[in-house]
Each structure stands twice: as structure tokens, then as C-alpha cells.
């Protein structure tokens, strides 16, 4: 059984950073792109970055260029997102995500892991 299990999630000040592990297995991974996505309280789920697993392309959202980082070890099957310069708008659950290369939904999602930033 496929499943994503995000970590690392936790409480950090304005300026701090977090580093989120996606621990993904029960499938191979190699046809497929990983994301990260966040959903704060009362908003909608907001695009975050992206990586495919062969090749190591990213994507970021807006919001995030500059300051977030995604990468992955493919030896490991984990997708990670280093998150530095953080805000209070980055207050969120974070949730990783994987959709196969060729299709535009993504259909295989993490539990999700908090991020609190602290002003």
C-alpha cells in the first residue's frame, strides 16, 4: 500500500527554519513528481514546490522563491523541503503530495505536518 508520511513540522520563530522529511513507499517513484502543498485556517490549499524524481526538476510557488528548497533522495525514497527565512503567513499544515508524470492530479497524499511561525 502506497502512503507519504511527512516530519519536522514544529514551532519556529519569525527568521528561523525547518527542514520537512516526506517518506514516501509501496510504489515506485521513479515516473512520478513529488509536491509539497499548505493549507492555513480559512484558506485555500496553496501550491508550494514541486520535484521530479527522475531528473531533479523543481518548482516553487511565488510565495516561496528564494526561501524554500525542495530536493530528494532517491536512494531513500524521501522528498524533503528546507524552509529558511520563514514568516507568519508561512503558519500552515504542510502535505506532500506525488502525481505520475503525465497527469495533472496528484492522487497520493501525506497526513500533513504542522508549521507554526511565531511573530
Known amino acids: 500500500q502506497a502512503q507519504l508520511v511527512e516530519s519536522g513540522g514544529g514551532l519556529v520563530q519569525t527568521g528561523g527554519s525547518l527542514r520537512l522529511t516526506c517518506s514516501a513507499s509501496?510504489?515506485?517513484?521513479?515516473?512520478?513528481?513529488m509536491g509539497w502543498f499548505r493549507q492555513a485556517p480559512g484558506k485555500e490549499r496553496e501550491f508550494v514546490a514541486s520535484?521530479?524524481?527522475?531528473?531533479?526538476?523543481?518548482y516553487y510557488g511565488d510565495s516561496v522563491k528564494g526561501r524554500f528548497a525542495i530536493s530528494r533522495a532517491r536512494s531513500s525514497n524521501t522528498v524533503y523541503l528546507q524552509m529558511t527565512s520563514l514568516k507568519p503567513e508561512d503558519t500552515a499544515v504542510y502535505y506532500c503530495?506525488?502525481?505520475?508524470?503525465?497527469?495533472?492530479?496528484?492522487?497520493?497524499w501525506g497526513q500533513g505536518t504542522q508549521v507554526t511561525v511565531s511573530s
Open positions: 503530495a506525488a502525481h505520475r508524470i503525465g497527469s495533472s492530479a496528484y492522487d497520493l
Open positions: 509501496g510504489r515506485t517513484f521513479s515516473s512520478y513528481a
Open positions: 520535484i521530479r524524481w527522475s531528473g531533479g526538476s523543481t
